[in-house]
């Protein structure tokens, strides 16, 4: 099904949770909507399911304008994120409720029911629980219980709010692996809230960013990681080291170096902030006279296949983190407290006026 809304408008109050937004949801991927608590990605879920209605805009489903149809009417699954599965009942009976009360005129038979569930638990490869009951099951088993759930009335999208946020690391990433698997192989048009970048990163096809009620990008993966749009996304995804300084005629004057701002040419002594990550930085020995930022190594931690250093600039004692292979470290022989020069390999910058913006 193809999903897509259109100047959405939503306050609570005096809050603005959604500011005129509009999205195209294509159909058959997964798209994340991604933000900071409180910038309306989980509003707006809620209004695509029928959970709450917009003060202004429309919801368009295959064409459609959706907006005045019940929740039911709409072919949504939803998951959420503490399961909300009955305790009473076994696992077997929670994939089955779906089925059983819809109306009489749409409602399997009892065998099709049982056929169909014992379908689902195979798929999300829990066949062996169906007699168990939730408080027996493990987070991560609750939750794809509760995924086959809402896969129980064959939805035409599937909509998942923060489905792993109370599940420990570990068995998040099992899970969201999982889940785009699972995606590959049924290609319902998806979309889950998450506040988790490295989470969307990796499961979605479209990554929509939202700040504030606003969408500030949206964009595969490696697009929106490697081409944000602005301050915000740059430090969303991510950590990020700000360096900021007189920007004037293409060149960002940081006071320790000097950088190449060729998108702003025609700005005449401004103010502009360069954005470098970790991993963007070249890190070498100090050498009178040698270009780059000169830095102190104040703490090295060192273990598996990277090295993080966190360095602090000689001239304003600016804190600067870096990453480098564990390799480059060795070859170094870095010791706390060793003079080195950073080196931007790749710079963005922004007119200082958005800064604000970035959390």
Same mark, same amino acid.
Request: net charge neutral.
């Given at each position: 099904?193809?999903?897509?809304?259109?100047? +959405?408008?939503?306050?609570?109050?005096?809050? &603005?949770?959604?500011?005129?937004?509009? #999205? =195209?949801? /294509?159909? $058959?991927? @997964?798209?994340?909507?991604?933000?900071?608590?409180?910038?309306?990605?989980?509003?707006?879920?809620?209004?695509?399911?029928?959970?709450?209605?917009?003060?202004?805009?429309?919801?368009?489903?295959?064409?459609?304008?959706?907006?005045?149809?019940?929740?039911?009417?709409?072919?949504?699954?939803?998951?959420?994120?503490?399961?909300?599965?009955f305790k009473h009942m076994t696992v077997f009976e929670n994939i089955a409720f779906g089925?059983?009360?819809?109306?009489?005129?749409?409602?399997?038979?009892?065998?099709?029911?049982?056929?169909?569930?014992?379908?689902?638990?195979?798929?999300?490869?829990?066949?062996?629980?169906?007699d168990r009951y939730p408080p027996q099951l493990?987070?991560?088993?609750?939750?794809? +219980?509760?995924?086959?759930?809402?896969?129980? &009335?064959?939805?035409?999208?599937?909509? #998942? =709010?923060? /489905?792993? $946020?109370? @599940?420990?690391?570990?068995?998040?990433?099992?899970?969201?692996?999982?889940?785009?698997?699972?995606?590959?192989?049924?290609?319902?048009?998806?979309?889950?809230?998450?506040?988790?970048?490295?989470?969307?990163?990796?499961?979605?096809?479209?990554?929509?960013?939202?700040?504030?009620?606003?969408?500030?990008?949206?964009?595969?993966?490696?697009?929106?990681?490697?081409?944000?749009?602005?301050?915000?996304?740059?430090?969303?995804?991510?950590?990020?080291?700000?360096?900021?300084?007189?920007?004037?005629?293409?060149?960002?004057?940081?006071?320790?170096?000097?950088?190449?701002?060729?998108?702003?040419?025609?700005?005449?002594?401004?103010?502009?902030?360069?954005?470098?990550?970790?991993?963007?930085?070249?890190?070498?020995?100090?050498?009178?006279?040698?270009?780059?930022?000169?830095?102190? #190594?104040?703490?090295?931690?060192?273990?598996?296949?990277?090295?993080?250093?966190?360095?602090?600039?000689?001239?304003?004692?600016?804190?600067?983190?870096?990453?480098?292979?564990?390799?480059?470290?060795?070859?170094?022989?870095?010791?706390?407290?060793?003079?080195?020069?950073?080196?931007?390999?790749?710079?963005?910058?922004?007119?200082?006026?958005?800064?604000?913006?970035?959390?």
């Amino acid at each position: 099904m193809a999903i897509k809304v259109s100047n +959405i408008n939503k306050r609570f109050g005096n809050f &603005v949770a959604l500011d005129n937004v509009s #999205l =195209d949801f /294509p159909t $058959g991927e @997964l798209t994340a909507l991604l933000g900071p608590s409180g910038c309306g990605k989980t509003t707006l879920l809620r209004i695509i399911a029928g959970l709450e209605q917009p003060d202004a805009g429309q919801v368009i489903l295959d064409g459609e304008d959706a907006s005045a149809r019940h929740v039911r009417e709409r072919q949504v699954g939803f998951v959420f994120q503490h399961y909300a599965l009955f305790k009473h009942m076994t696992v077997f009976e929670n994939i089955a409720f779906g089925l059983r009360v819809k109306p009489r005129r749409e409602r399997p038979l009892e065998q099709e029911i049982r056929k169909k569930v014992h379908r689902l638990l195979d798929l999300v490869q829990l066949d062996w629980l169906a007699d168990r009951y939730p408080p027996q099951l493990s987070g991560g088993q609750r939750q794809r +219980i509760a995924l086959a759930r809402a896969l129980a &009335v064959e939805p035409r999208v599937l909509l #998942l =709010d923060e /489905p792993f $946020g109370a @599940l420990d690391a570990k068995v998040r990433k099992e899970l969201r692996r999982w889940l785009r698997r699972l995606h590959d192989e049924l290609h319902v048009t998806s979309i889950f809230v998450t506040h988790d970048q490295e989470e969307a990163l990796e499961v979605a096809d479209q990554v929509v960013l939202m700040n504030k009620g606003r969408v500030e990008q949206i964009g595969a993966p490696a697009e929106v990681y490697n081409h944000p749009a602005s301050p915000f996304v740059y430090g969303f995804l991510g950590n990020v080291n700000l360096f900021p300084g007189r920007l004037h005629e293409g060149m960002l004057d940081t006071g320790g170096a000097i950088f190449h701002a060729p998108d702003h040419a025609q700005i005449r002594d401004g103010q502009g902030i360069g954005f470098v990550r970790p991993h963007e930085l070249e890190i070498v020995r100090l050498v009178p006279g040698a270009e780059g930022i000169a830095v102190r #190594l104040k703490r090295a931690h060192a273990i598996g296949p990277l090295a993080q250093l966190e360095l602090e600039r000689h001239d304003n004692r600016q804190l600067i983190e870096a990453v480098i292979s564990s390799e480059r470290y060795a070859h170094l022989r870095l010791q706390e407290g060793d003079a080195l020069l950073v080196r931007p390999k790749r710079l963005r910058v922004f007119v200082d006026q958005a800064v604000e913006e970035i959390a």
